[in-house]
């Protein structure tokens, strides 16, 4: 079994490789006119910085997005788009860039991300996608969290050891199994796993690993692929953000 394959998104994707140009210009044309605060430092690292949208009014919380790019790639500016629909409801949004694999391991990236939750404002609805999905569920018992949507999540991390990108993520054993949301306890929150109906068979086979896992719903999304399934995140009304404020 090809496990880089397994892995792979884009090449399975119609244009997928043009989503990253999509995304960059998307949220630069929503930051133009948007209510931020843009560089908020919350760590010693350049790349320990994140950005808050803030709502009109007092927030009723904070929502934090967390980006994926398997811990290899991206940071916040490509995302900032998807704040539209918890802004509209009243909830600020915080997305937080972290420090990149192979310069940190996965375990020190969750300790990043944990650093820039833990001064947020509560009640606190955490969100992300893909290697952010799995960042996010492993900060679900953190104080003051109310409800988890790990979207299309790598849950299980024992398998990247068969693939090439191993080499940057440098992930032995014993931190696979560790950093493992399938294997940690169950979180004494809400969670919803939430997945694209198209996407790659491994993805739909985590999300649902994580879900019989922690007892938790799962959602599989209909015609969403590992790209777009985080495009309703942009959409007041969407079951994505109904799921993630409720």
Known sequence: MDMDDRFANAAYIPDGMSYPEKWARQAAAFRATAKAELDVRYGPSARQVMDVFHPEGTPKG?????????????????WSHLAAGPLAHGWSVTMPSYDLCPDVHISEIKQQIEEAVRGLQGPLRLTGHSAGGHLVARLAGMPHVARVVPIAPVAELTPLLQTKMNADLRLSEDEAFAQSPVNLPPPNVPVTVWVGGDERPVFQEQAKQLADAWGVDLVVSEGEHHFNV???LADRDSRLVKALLS
């Open 230 to 232: 985080i495009e309703p």
């Open 62 to 78: 904070t929502v934090v997005f967390v980006h994926g790019g398997y811990w290899v790639a991206f940071d916040k500016s490509f």
